[in-house]
């Protein structure tokens, strides 16, 4: 028979003893007392523990208050739809102005005037709440919501223009979506970073001896 690094192979499994049956398939499912007694007792993985000590640190801690926030959006709501009635009817009254460009020059001001409010206030609630969701769930709710917020300016801002219709209008319609959704963003930023220091969205401070 020939020799194998474990022992003689008799044409079994390699470093079984030559002569030693092979255990069935039964056997091989229990395992000795004394084995499972000698074998150490594992401690918990340390992520896990990690992962509990983050979680309780969290549930301890007292969030940010958001009701300055929903105060100031509620505000800037109800303001930037008075400023939009009032900018629309002026527009369409003193100057002829066909604001806002979507609703078109066959629909009365009134009108006009009451949908373009409607969308600015919408529009400012829908921001306060991802202020709200950011605030609870971003590492840098500021940054972050500064950036969408630009996003979504712009893209009113550019919107407008394309639309079918008179330019001066359009470019009524998109001066008025510029200002007021700047305002808003700057507002909603302005209140939350000055509520709570967020150290992450100001800037780095130097290490001493840096």
């Known amino acids: 028979m020939p020799d194998s690094s474990f022992g003689r192979y008799s044409g079994g499994l ?16 229990f395992r000795c007392p004394a084995t499972a007694r000698r074998r150490p007792v594992e401690a918990p993985p340390r992520r896990y523990e990690d992962f509990i000590a983050l979680h309780e ?21 109800l303001s930037g739809g008075l400023l939009a009635f009032a900018a629309v009817i002026g527009l369409r009254t003193m100057f002829g102005v066909e604001v806002p460009v979507f609703a078109g020059g066959h629909t009365p001001a009134t009108p006009a005037a009451t949908s373009y409010a409607l969308c600015a206030m919408a529009g400012t609630i829908q921001a306060t709440a991802l202020m ?8 840098r709710p500021v940054r972050a919501f500064a950036w969408i917020g630009a996003i979504a300016v712009v893209l009113l801002t550019i919107l407008p223009l394309t639309l079918k219709g ?3 209008a359009a470019l009524a319609t998109a001066g ?19 509520s709570r220091p967020f150290p992450q969205d100001g800037p780095s401070r130097r290490r001493p001896g840096g």
Do not use: C, K, Q
């Open 57 to 77: 640190e969290i549930a301890e801690a007292s969030g940010p208050s958001l009701r300055p926030l929903w105060w100031t959006g509620i505000a800037a709501a």
């Open 166 to 168: 008179p330019f001066d």
């Open 176 to 194: 008025i979506n510029l200002v007021g959704g700047t305002a808003v963003v700057v507002l909603l930023s302005a209140v939350v970073a000055g």
């Open 14 to 29: 390699h470093g079984r003893r030559a002569g030693r049956p092979a255990p069935r398939p039964w056997e091989r499912s």
């Open 132 to 139: 709200h969701l950011l605030v609870s769930s971003a590492a």
